[in-house]
């Protein structure tokens, strides 16, 4: 039966080489795949899903006013699709994982959607939060924090200080974010170093 999974961490957890893993994994298989990753995750080129360690792939860009539903249906209707997978689904909006949940229930397909779940300032992002609201599985990847606990926050980082406050979309890598324990996360400590 198919489902529409979420499978969520902070930054640094694999989640993107995990989407290209499973990806693969299918298409090895002779099976079809329809991955999408959101226009305004530009950092290695728009339409690209990047691990990274290096190893990418291309997908389909989804911008706000995408309507995923009609999408998969003008590609089903090409050539049988066995999975839907989306990188980088916290930046979907509110019609956009309505629509996932579309394919599944209508049309059987699986959806495995991989994201960040809370932004730098601990507040969800609009597609994380209907994630949790319609996803049928809900799963965490999980990585470290510097000191070796858990990461479950995600920091900004401007010109070396730890912030709390800007806007919520802002595209970046390691240079701008970092994966903390909620502990370091509170103390605004970015390293062993850093008070």
Not at 2 to 7: E, I, S
Not at 146 to 158: L, Q, S
Not at 169 to 174: F, R
Not at 176 to 185: A, I, N
């Amino acid at each position: 039966m198919a489902q529409l999974y979420y499978r969520y961490s902070t930054m640094n957890a694999g989640k993107s080489i995990e989407v290209i893993k499973v990806a693969y994994n299918y298409e090895e298989r002779n099976k079809r795949v329809l991955a999408l990753v959101p226009a305004v995750d530009d950092r290695y080129g728009v339409g690209v899903i990047t691990s990274r360690v290096g190893i990418q792939r291309e997908a389909t860009i989804i911008n706000d006013d995408t309507n995923i539903l009609e999408l998969f249906m003008r590609e089903d209707a090409k050539k049988k699709i066995d999975c839907v997978l989306i990188d980088e689904c916290q930046f979907l909006k509110k019609h956009h994982v309505q629509e996932l949940v579309e394919i599944v229930d209508s049309f059987g397909v699986p959806v495995l959607a991989y994201g960040l779940k809370n932004d730098f300032r601990n507040e969800l992002f609009e597609g994380s939060y209907y994630m949790l609201v319609y996803a049928d599985k809900i799963e965490e990847i999980k990585t470290i924090c510097w000191c070796g606990r858990k990461a479950t926050m995600v920091a900004r980082v401007v010109d070396g200080k730890f912030v709390k406050q800007g806007e919520q979309i802002v595209v970046g890598g390691n240079d701008m974010y970092v994966s903390l324990c909620r502990k370091h996360y509170n103390d605004g400590r970015l390293g062993p170093d850093t008070e």
